[in-house]
């Protein structure tokens, strides 16, 4: 077999329709078949193909029947099916193949129509195997990620700079790690971290909001800002790097990412006492997309029921979105998501925010160019 084409193994009775099928596969990929489910599992003794093909209708054992043997073996139970049917039995077995949650292909076979069914569930299988591989990685991130807090629990009582600095880089970290999975949004938190610094100096600057702002320190308000996307690692990779608008069922899930933020940062201050940082750091993951108006999620707050932090990071959010390139939009022009913004007060956003925000846009985009300059540079 080589070693770069994928291996597909046919498994009929009747050798006629092995053959038509076999040849018609035969230019692409590597093809190996048995005339009986018995045959099947002796070829599994000692090679897993990639896919595997069978006829619904066998002697002995049927294709359901073969089907729930695969089952049996762990690695050949990962492989993935398509049953083979007559045109004339599929509604024979209609409500079997419903069941089985399985793909299948009619005989005699078209080939183009072979051919698509196979590439479309070997890439299937091979997206499902790279989400779970991820999935597995993100779980053994977390768990070290604990851990890690937990034996520095002791450290970041102390508050001293080095704490401080350390923990900072630990934040920066996991917010990149969030970012890495979500790749059509790269710099999005470096870019959202600098417009909050920018929000929070105008807003001390002009006095504006101070007595919500008063024992802020600012500096561990704007780290903390950085995981306000975290939930995202309990999005799965098919939403997040969908190239395309969301379905309802879909946005449903996304949305939960806010939920899934404030999960775990309690988990991180399961191990250490709750402070300043994780206190901002969870505002910012569970209120960022509330709306002025009450139409946002996850609570529907309306007004200044949302906290300050969520209503800041609205504002550096959206206009991050809007000037970002995605692969459903171009990028919106500085002028044009600055109108938008606008557009938006009293809805959207904080009135009082956004007038901060028209005063200083210039520094927005001045902030996007640097900060694309600097991952130029990286890069």
């Given at each position: 077999?080589?070693?770069s084409?994928?291996?597909?193994?046919?498994?009929?009775?009747?050798i006629?329709?092995?053959m038509?099928?076999?040849?018609i596969?035969?230019?692409?990929?590597d093809?190996?078949?048995?005339?009986?489910?018995?045959?099947?599992?002796?070829?599994?003794?000692?090679?897993?193909?990639?896919?595997?093909?069978?006829?619904?209708?066998?002697?002995?054992i049927?294709?359901?029947?073969?089907?729930?043997?695969?089952?049996?073996?762990?690695?050949?139970?990962?492989?993935?099916?398509?049953?083979?049917?007559?045109?004339?039995?599929?509604?024979?077995?209609?409500?079997?193949?419903?069941s089985?949650?399985?793909?299948?292909?009619c005989?005699?076979?078209?080939?183009?129509?072979?051919?698509?069914?196979?590439?479309?569930?070997?890439?299937?299988?091979?997206?499902?195997?790279?989400?779970?591989?991820?999935?597995?990685?993100?779980?053994?991130?977390?768990?070290?990620?604990?851990?890690?807090?937990?034996?520095?629990?002791?450290?970041?009582?102390?508050?001293?700079?080095?704490v401080?600095?350390?923990?900072?880089?630990?934040?920066?970290?996991?917010?990149e790690?969030?970012?890495?999975?979500?790749d059509?949004?790269?710099?999005?938190?470096?870019?959202?971290?600098?417009?909050?610094g920018?929000?929070?100096?105008?807003l001390?600057?002009?006095?504006?909001?101070?007595?919500?702002?008063?024992?802020?320190?600012?500096?561990?308000?704007?780290?903390?800002?950085?995981?306000?996307?975290?939930?995202?690692?309990?999005?799965?990779?098919?939403?997040?790097?969908?190239?395309?608008?969301?379905?309802?069922?879909?946005?449903?899930?996304?949305?939960?990412?806010?939920?899934?933020?404030?999960?775990?940062?309690?988990?991180?201050?399961?191990?250490?006492?709750?402070n300043?940082?994780?206190?901002?750091?969870?505002?910012?993951?569970?209120?960022?997309?509330?709306?002025w108006?009450?139409s946002?999620?996850?609570l529907?707050?309306?007004?200044?029921?949302?906290?300050?932090?969520?209503?800041?990071?609205?504002?550096?959010?959206?206009?991050?979105?809007?000037?970002?390139?995605?692969?459903?939009?171009?990028?919106?022009?500085?002028?044009?998501?600055?109108?938008?913004?606008?557009?938006?007060?009293?809805?959207?956003?904080?009135?009082?925010?956004?007038?901060?925000?028209?005063?200083?846009?210039?520094?927005?985009?001045?902030?996007?160019?640097?900060?694309?300059?600097?991952?130029?540079?990286?890069?």
């Amino acid at each position: 077999m080589s070693d770069s084409r994928s291996l597909i193994m046919l498994v009929d009775d009747n050798i006629a329709s092995l053959m038509d099928a076999r040849n018609i596969l035969t230019n692409q990929y590597d093809i190996c078949t048995a005339i009986s489910a018995a045959g099947m599992i002796e070829i599994l003794k000692t090679q897993y193909p990639d896919l595997i093909l069978i006829d619904v209708n066998m002697p002995e054992i049927d294709g359901f029947g073969a089907a729930e043997m695969l089952l049996k073996d762990p690695r050949a139970a990962r492989i993935p099916i398509l049953f083979i049917v007559d045109n004339y039995d599929l509604a024979k077995y209609h409500a079997k193949l419903n069941s089985a949650a399985i793909g299948y292909v009619c005989k005699p076979f078209f080939g183009p129509v072979l051919i698509k069914r196979v590439e479309t569930q070997l890439f299937m299988a091979t997206q499902q195997l790279a989400i779970e591989r991820q999935q597995q990685e993100f779980r053994n991130f977390n768990a070290n990620l604990q851990k890690m807090m937990k034996d520095m629990s002791v450290l970041i009582e102390a508050e001293s700079q080095r704490v401080w600095e350390l923990q900072a880089a630990v934040i920066s970290v996991m917010a990149e790690m969030v970012e890495c999975r979500d790749d059509v949004t790269g710099g999005h938190i470096e870019r959202t971290r600098r417009g909050i610094g920018i929000l929070l100096h105008k807003l001390q600057e002009k006095d504006i909001y101070t007595e919500q702002t008063l024992d802020w320190n600012i500096e561990m308000v704007v780290q903390a800002s950085q995981l306000h996307d975290v939930g995202k690692i309990y999005i799965s990779d098919a939403i997040l790097q969908k190239p395309g608008k969301l379905t309802d069922e879909e946005f449903n899930t996304m949305k939960r990412h806010t939920d899934y933020g404030n999960t775990i940062i309690d988990r991180i201050e399961a191990y250490t006492r709750p402070n300043e940082l994780t206190r901002h750091a969870k505002i910012f993951a569970g209120f960022h997309h509330e709306k002025w108006n009450g139409s946002g999620y996850p609570l529907g707050l309306a007004g200044q029921e949302i906290p300050l932090q969520g209503r800041l990071m609205a504002v550096a959010d959206v206009y991050d979105a809007l000037i970002s390139p995605r692969p459903y939009k171009d990028s919106f022009p500085h002028e044009k998501a600055v109108s938008i913004i606008k557009e938006g007060k009293g809805a959207h956003f904080d009135p009082i925010l956004v007038d901060v925000f028209m005063s200083i846009a210039e520094e927005f985009k001045l902030l996007y160019k640097t900060v694309q300059g600097d991952n130029l540079r990286r890069d």
